[in-house]
């Protein structure tokens, strides 16, 4: 067995080798990024790019809307997709079948489809270069994704704690709230991890919404890095790592349930 | 189901017509409680719903009818811009490349998060370790990854090329040459296959070991129980995959936005990114979403195509055991 660490050990070089050239970069002395042949480990190593890459642009301000956009969605997401993945899961009611298929059908819809009349949608009512189209969606469902998530996830829990709490009198919110949702930590920090990360990676939404530079999210900020220095590739990785390491803190700390998650909603298929 | 079995047992010591009548008019107030809760609950969800998928998937149609360019007022001119659709050359080089993005892109990429899966599936001091390390790739945003494989594919300076003269083949224009850009931002997506190993790697887990055990008392050897055990009891986990790797693929925009502009040559001139530019670099709404439908219609074959073969290698235990 010992033999195996041979192509898990390649493979992993090779799989990690662009962020490990990604960091390198963001070292080097700006101008020689490029030197031939290339260097893995730069001498002297920059430290310095950091503070330059942050200086060059309003990068506190996008980091601070980023931040803005990433946690409303994130909380609007958590909390209404999981009051709906309750509703589905754990409450009878006529037409709830039909309306979670319907559910299920719209996770398999391309955003494409909806992109104009949303935008139109917005812009009618005077959101463009606000954080609003980016943000208040996802107070309404969460995303058919995550209500499918969390519900299967609700789905494993026995029903007896249900029915006991019910016999002591409790509302359906409280067995929400005070029951099942303590319960499902690790399928609530997955939608955390896979929401957050998008919103946090996303480029196409703040594109078409987002035009002033003020309103800038990271993403469009870090492409403005090489229209204006464009030659500067030391500080564009620079800031590029800048960009990464929250999402690789998120993921760490959240880790652990991640892995959990994932194996108990059945996303495995079965 | 809860309430049937709650009023059944608060009422299994008296039987008389009084109390029965008392429970049926309990159990349809609980019946009743049970559908305002349900639709409070999903309130939100249903809301979303009727507000930014089914209001604008309608409104999508009536504006596909119409020439409107945002500041003046829409005209209905019926169907020409499905007509229009059918003379547009670029319509034909977008879904081309798109298609192609598609057919080499996701089998590629499936397969190699399957051989990463399998081999991380080892029970093998530090192997949490590697896992990790080969999910994290997947983790860089999509915009900082693009301007990474810049670097990477440069001609004269890049990464992609300084391997290639290690081996002794002469440098590839990645990016600049119509024949490979396609091809270059598919290499590029293999690193984020991280999110379909985890999958893939959780579906693997759930295999039980009992197939495995009975497998070698029959003497099946290693590839035998790959092909017979692994292989169908993962086939649910690859299918899943499969589709959202489809519909994903389908709308790759990102990277053609910003490591090639759509060049050279219109190589990378995806669905999605010519109908960015239509819609809003052009302003032309009406066209654009009958763009939109086009291109919804053929991402809904596709995916009803899969659902229809996966019916012959796609394996369900429940199917068995029914």
């Given amino acids: 067995m010992k033999t195996w660490y041979l192509p898990m050990t390649a493979a992993g070089i090779l799989l990690i080798f662009p962020l490990l050239w990604m960091v390198s970069t963001s070292l080097k002395l700006p101008g020689t990024e490029f030197a031939y042949p290339p260097q893995l480990i730069p001498s002297p190593a920059v430290w310095h790019n950091y503070v330059d890459a942050l200086a060059q642009e309003p990068f506190g301000l996008y ?51 909806t992109l104009v009349p949303k935008y139109i949608l917005f812009s009618k009512l005077h ?70 990360v998008n919103n946090w990676n996303d480029f196409l939404s703040p594109l078409i919404y987002l035009n002033s530079p003020s309103t800038f999210t990271l993403a469009l900020g870090l492409q403005n890095y090489r229209t204006l220095y464009g030659t500067q590739w030391a500080w564009l990785m620079a800031a590029s790592m800048l960009m990464i390491v ?6 760490f ?13 059945g996303l495995a298929g079965r | 189901m809860s309430s049937e079995a709650r009023t059944g047992t608060a009422n299994s010591s008296s039987l008389s017509p009084r109390s029965s009548v008392l429970s049926t008019r309990r159990r349809s107030a609980q019946r009743w409680r049970d559908a305002r809760d349900g639709y409070l609950f999903i309130l939100p969800w249903l809301l979303g719903f009727i507000l930014w998928t089914g209001g604008p998937m309608i409104a999508s149609v009536a504006i596909s009818l119409t020439e409107w360019r945002i500041i003046t007022t829409p005209h209905f001119v019926g169907l020409g811009n499905f007509v229009a659709l059918l003379h547009d050359n670029q319509i034909g080089v977008a879904l081309y490349n798109s298609a192609f993005y598609v057919v080499v892109g996701v089998p590629t990429h499936l397969f190699i998060a399957t051989l990463a899966a399998l081999i991380v599936n080892v029970k093998l001091r530090g192997v949490a370790f590697y896992r990790t390390l080969y999910f994290l790739p997947s983790l860089t945003p999509i915009v900082a990854n693009s301007l990474l494989w810049l670097t990477v594919f440069s001609t004269d300076f890049g990464l992609a090329n300084a391997a290639l003269s290690l081996v002794g083949l002469p440098p590839v224009q990645w990016l600049s040459d119509p024949r490979f850009a396609k091809d270059s931002l598919i290499v590029m997506s293999w690193w984020g296959m991280g999110a379909q190993m985890v999958i893939l790697l959780a579906g693997l887990n759930g295999i039980p070991d009992h197939l495995y055990d009975a497998a070698s008392i029959d003497g099946a050897s290693w590839w035998e129980r790959f092909w017979h055990v692994t292989l169908p009891m993962l086939s649910p986990a690859i299918f899943f995959n499969l589709i959202i790797a489809l519909i994903g693929a389908f709308q790759v925009f990102t990277q053609a936005y910003i490591m090639t502009n759509g060049g050279p040559d219109n190589a990378t001139l995806f669905y999605v990114y010519y109908l960015y530019q239509v819609a809003f670099q052009n302003f032309d709404m009406g066209y654009a979403s009958a763009m939109a439908w086009l291109f919804f219609l053929i991402i ?21 055991t029914r």
């Fill in chain 1, 63 to 113: 980091l601070r809307n980023t931040l803005t956009i990433t946690a409303a969605a994130t909380l609007g997401s958590v909390l209404t997709a999981s009051l709906a993945a309750f509703g589905f899961a754990r409450i009878r009611f006529l037409g709830r079948d039909v309306l979670f298929i319907l559910l299920l059908s719209t996770m398999m819809l391309p955003d494409i489809v």
């Fill in chain 1, 127 to 196: 959101w463009i270069n606000t954080f609003l189209p980016l943000t208040v969606p996802f107070w309404f469902g969460g995303g058919a994704f995550n209500v499918f998530l969390i519900r299967q996830f609700f789905m494993t829990l026995p029903y007896d704690l249900d029915e006991a709490a019910r016999m002591d009198g409790a509302s359906n919110l409280r067995i929400y709230a005070q029951l099942l949702m303590p319960l499902s930590v690790p399928a609530l920090a997955t939608v955390v991890i896979l929401t957050a």
């Fill in chain 1, 246 to 251: 929250p999402v690789l803190v998120l993921f």
């Fill in chain 1, 253 to 265: 700390s959240f880790q652990r349930f991640f892995i959990e998650g994932i194996q108990l909603t």
């Fill in chain 2, 300 to 320: 809904l074959v596709f995916t009803l195509v899969q659902f229809r073969a996966a019916r012959r290698w796609v394996f369900y235990e429940a199917d068995v």
